[in-house]
């Protein structure tokens, strides 16, 4: 059975390192798109969907290492990781109208792609462990 101490990647339990993947890629989304917003060669609307497309990338990777750490962690992963998006669904009155909403519904399937094929891994690594011994 797994200690306290073994759930716990960098220290930092599984729910941290979730809201702590939310909070940074929502600044790197943030800075991406005002990066590439900048270049006034690319145009608006594409360099956001750049930004977004990187931004459920990078949430997707996480919630894969992040399950592949602590596998019972894949009820709450992915929701932590793309609060950001489910809040803009939630509380943005023009979010179903305009086309966001299909890149950010991607990543949200993304997500669960990455979280439950990561605890599927992370089971397996925890079952040979144990078969080993």
Partial sequence: MKTKEQKSLFGIP???L????AILSL???FLLASLL????IINEDFSEGIAYITYDIL?????????????KSIWYVP???NTAGIISAVVEPN???TSLWIVICGGWVLSLIGAISG???GMKIFHSQNHTK
């Fill in 18 to 21: 979730s809201l702590l993947t």
């Fill in 14 to 16: 599984s729910w941290g």
């Fill in 79 to 81: 929701i932590l990781c």
């Fill in 59 to 71: 949430v997707a990777i996480a919630c894969f290492f992040i399950c592949r750490h602590d596998p």
């Fill in 27 to 29: 600044i790197i989304l």
């Fill in 119 to 121: 605890a599927m891994v």
């Fill in 37 to 40: 917003g900048s270049i006034p």
């Fill in 95 to 97: 979010f179903w109208i």
